[in-house]
C-alpha cells in the first residue's frame, strides 16, 4: 500500500476542466464511500475553487484516476492530461505545502488551510480515513501552524477578496456609490462581503436559496437579505455581483444579464464569479457593458506583494521538508509493524509450547529446578538458532554485513 495524493489544481488545468471534476460539500460523503469500496484503503477529497485533490492509501494510483473520470461521467483522456499524481514523500511534502499556503494561487493565503480542516472532517465523518491519512493530515495541520508562526509567509498576502475590491475599484473608482449584490452565504462570500463593506458601498444585499443563512450574515453587513428565486426581478439594480455558491449549475444565466443591461440603459456592470462549477454562464463574458472575472482572471492580482511573500517562503519550505522526513521516519515504522507482529507470535507459539513441556515434566514427577532449566535452554536454543545459522552460513561481504547486523540487534559490544 502506498499514500497518493491524485489531483488537479490552477497550475495544470484550467477552470474549465476544473469545474468538471469538483465535488460539492453534499456529495463528498457519498463520493468517499464510493471511492473506499472500489479503489482505495483510505481516502480523503479536498476540492476548492483552485484544485480538486484526492488523498488516498491504495495499491495503485490509477484506478483511483478512472474513478474520478467514472464518478464525473467524463472521458478518462479528458481527465488524465490534467492530472498530477504524487506517491509516498512527494505526496506528504504537498500535502503540507498546500495546507501552509505555499501552493495557493495566492501564496500563503491562509483560507485554504480551513478548507483542507472541513474536508478532512467530512472524510472522518464518512469514516474513510484510516491510520495513516489520520496521522498524515494531524501532521499536515501542525507544520501549517508552525509554517504560520514562524515565518512571514502570510505578510502582504492579497486574498480573492480583496483583489475582487481592486478590480471593482479599478473600474468605478469610488464603490461609495455602487450597489453590491453577493449570492451565497457561504465562507467566500463573507470574505468578499467584509473587505466590500470596508469601502462602504451605497447597499449590499445578499441573495441566498435559504433566507435564514442569507439573513444572517445580511444582519452583519448591515445588508438585505433576498431570496435566490427573487433575484431576476432585482437583479438589474446591482453594479456590482459577486458569486460563490455550491451549486452544480449556473445560477446566473445569460438571458438574466442581457435583460438587466438593457434595463440599466447599458451601465456597466461588474461580476466576479469565484464559484466552481460557475455560477455565471460563460457567454456572459462576450456581453457590452459585461466585466466578468473568474478565479483565474485573479491571478495577476493577487500575485502584488509576491516578492516579500516569497522571501518567507524558503523558510517555510525549509520547516516543510524536515517535517517530511520526520513522517516517513514514522511511516517506515508503520511499515515494519506486521513483521514485528509476525516475530511476537513466533516467539510466543515458542514460549508457549516449551512452557507445555514443561508443566508436563514436573507434573510427571521431575523437579521444577530441572525444568525450569530446561525450559529457558529450550527457549534460547530456539530463538538463537534462526540468527545463528543464518550467520554460519554466509559468506564474505554478506556475512561481514550480517554480523553487524546481529550484534546491532542483540546489543553486543565485545
Request: negative net charge; contains cysteine.
Amino acid at each position: 500500500m502506498k499514500l497518493y495524493t491524485i489531483g488537479v489544481n490552477h497550475t495544470t488545468a484550467p477552470i474549465e476542466i476544473r469545474e468538471n471534476v469538483a465535488f460539492g460539500t453534499d456529495a463528498m460523503r457519498e463520493a468517499l464511500c464510493d471511492l473506499t469500496s472500489q479503489s482505495a484503503e483510505e481516502a480523503a477529497i479536498l476540492s476548492t475553487c483552485n484544485r480538486t485533490e484526492i488523498y488516498v492509501q491504495s495499491p495503485e494510483a490509477a484506478p483511483v484516476i478512472d474513478w474520478l473520470a467514472d464518478y464525473h461521467q467524463l472521458d478518462i483522456n479528458h481527465v488524465q492530461p490534467y492530472t498530477y499524481t504524487l506517491s509516498n514523500q512527494d505526496a506528504v511534502k504537498h500535502a503540507f505545502r498546500v495546507a501552509s499556503g505555499l501552493d495557493s494561487m495566492v501564496l500563503g493565503e491562509a483560507q485554504i488551510l480551513g478548507q483542507f480542516k472541513q474536508s478532512i472532517k467530512v472524510a472522518q465523518e464518512a469514516g474513510t480515513l484510516g491510520t495513516n491519512l489520520h496521522k498524515l493530515f494531524q501532521r499536515t495541520f501542525e507544520v501549517a501552524k508552525e509554517v504560520r508562526t514562524n515565518t512571514d509567509i502570510g505578510s502582504s498576502s492579497i486574498s480573492m477578496a480583496a483583489a475582487a475590491v481592486k478590480l471593482a475599484q479599478r473600474i468605478f473608482g469610488d464603490l461609495s456609490t455602487q450597489k453590491v449584490l453577493f449570492i451565497g452565504a457561504g465562507e467566500m462570500i463573507s470574505l468578499c462581503a467584509n473587505h466590500f463593506a470596508a469601502q462602504n458601498p451605497k447597499s449590499m444585499t445578499v441573495a441566498n436559496r435559504t433566507l435564514n443563512r442569507g439573513a444572517e450574515l445580511a444582519e452583519k453587513l448591515n445588508a438585505q437579505p433576498i431570496l435566490l428565486n427573487d433575484l431576476p426581478q432585482h437583479f438589474a439594480e446591482f453594479d456590482i455581483v459577486i458569486t460563490s455558491t455550491a451549486s452544480q449549475l449556473p445560477i446566473v444565466g445569460l438571458g438574466m444579464v442581457e435583460r438587466a443591461i438593457k434595463a440599466r440603459r447599458h451601465k456597466p456592470m461588474f461580476m466576479v464569479d469565484l464559484a466552481v462549477p460557475r455560477d455565471i454562464e460563460t457567454e456572459v463574458s462576450q456581453l457590452d457593458d459585461v466585466f466578468l472575472y473568474t478565479v483565474d482572471d485573479l491571478e495577476q492580482v493577487v500575485s502584488d506583494g509576491i516578492e516579500n511573500r516569497q522571501e518567507a517562503a524558503v523558510d517555510a519550505e525549509m520547516i516543510v521538508s524536515a517535517r517530511v522526513e520526520n513522517f516517513m521516519r514514522w511511516l517506515q515504522k508503520r511499515e515494519s509493524v506486521p513483521t514485528i507482529k509476525a516475530l511476537r507470535d513466533q516467539a510466543e507459539t515458542m514460549r508457549a509450547a516449551e512452557l507445555e513441556k514443561a508443566i508436563k515434566r514436573i507434573k510427571n514427577g521431575e523437579q521444577p529446578e530441572k525444568a525450569l532449566e530446561m525450559l529457558s535452554a529450550a527457549i534460547t536454543n530456539k530463538m538463537l538458532h534462526a540468527p545463528s545459522h543464518a550467520l554460519n552460513q554466509s559468506h564474505g561481504d554478506d556475512h561481514t554485513q550480517l554480523e553487524q547486523i546481529i550484534r546491532q540487534i542483540y546489543q553486543i559490544k565485545n
